[in-house]
């Protein structure tokens, strides 16, 4: 080989190496985050197909943020970690613990400091489904949701900045950023966009419920919660289901409304809580709250916005009894005392086979279990 081939290799060789250095700095190094749609950040990381069980529709996903393993395997972390509360003591779990049907136990909720709040803690269960959250609708999405709790006074009594700054300190935190986002720089929008992924994959069907209904196993319900199923659809009984729907391929249990039942009415039908009226200002809304879901009812008592029925008999002696009188009670809530005893026995039979198994791994990752539980002594 001449001295000048020689050169020529060489200096090929060294463009090569250069390149790969080049392409493996971008890939690995650089923390540049992937843009999408009008300038949102979107994950990098490995695609997740979340499987929805038996019984429910499929899963709507946000343009802006389809969920990755990293970026749901965040969310969960957030999700069950206090560090997002003003002193490290409350986290989303403390008021939608996975026990409780992702509720709490309290008729209204307590945060930071044992403040309380004026309504109970609605389920997380297959809020990924709902048109809008909060028992008023107030947020139009999972992740404007999640930014509600942080920075109210009486729950994580937090401010935005502050949860971000303290999750930017971590240097745990700033990997799993990096991992899941692509970027060092942790914001709110990446915080709420994770635990939005994270609570997409809270879902609970496949119950006994289901398996009957859906599965067309004629075993899988008792006799008694097959009848209890007839009341709860006969408009001539107990008429639920105008408002908790049951579809022909899926059932939500709710009709994604708002409705006046009288929950909180006092007998001159005051109420406190205004519900949706405090939202749209609109006359017709005043004293309604959102159709709840009735998936895995029976873990989550007490029952209705403002807890105020300790068990699930007594929220269908509620309807029993025809709600509270106020001036703006729902058409379809009439008395049903004509049900016989044995026929409330069966709806609430039913009630209790909407209940299924939540997956293992919806629970808190396991290092974080053992933080809390040194914490907690
Ligand atoms: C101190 C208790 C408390 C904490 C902490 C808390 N929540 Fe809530 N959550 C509530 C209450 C109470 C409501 C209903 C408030 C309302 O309707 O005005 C609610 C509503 C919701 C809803 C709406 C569900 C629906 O059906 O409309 C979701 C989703 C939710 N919370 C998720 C979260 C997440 C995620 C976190 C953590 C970032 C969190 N919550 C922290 C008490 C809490
Ligand atoms: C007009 C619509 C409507 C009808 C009909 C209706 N519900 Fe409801 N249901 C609601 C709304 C709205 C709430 C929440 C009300 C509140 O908290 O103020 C609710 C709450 C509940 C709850 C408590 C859920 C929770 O998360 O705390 C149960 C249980 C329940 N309904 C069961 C039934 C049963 C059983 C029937 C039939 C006997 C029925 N519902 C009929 C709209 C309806």
Redesign the pocket.
Known sequence: MRESEKMRVIVFILFLVALIAFAIDRVTLSAEPRVGLQGAIMPIGKPLQIKTPLGLPPLPIPADNPPTVETVALGRRLYYDPILSADNSISCASCHGPQMGF?DTHPVSTGVGGKRGTR?S??VINSAYNFVQF?DGRAPSLEEQAKGPIANPVEMASTLDDSVRRLQADPKYVALFRQAWGTDKITIDLVVKSIGSFERTVLSGNSPFDRFYYGHDKNALSASAQRGLK??TDPKK???????TIGRDYALF??N????????ADLQGHMIDL?RFEVTKNEADW????????RN?AQ?A??????S?PT?KD??G???GGGNLNPHL????HA?DFLSFDERDD?LAF?ESLTAPLPDKLGPPTDLLVKQTTQSR
């Open positions: 509720t109970h609605p389920t028992w009341f709860f107990g008429d639920c289901e105008v408002c908790h709710t009709d409304k708002f409705h006046n039942l009288g929950v909180g519900g004293g309604s709250f959102k159709t709840p879901t009735l009812i989550r007490p029952y209705m916005h403002d807890g029925f699930l929220a269908l509620h309807y029993i729902d058409r379809e809530i049903l709806i009630l």
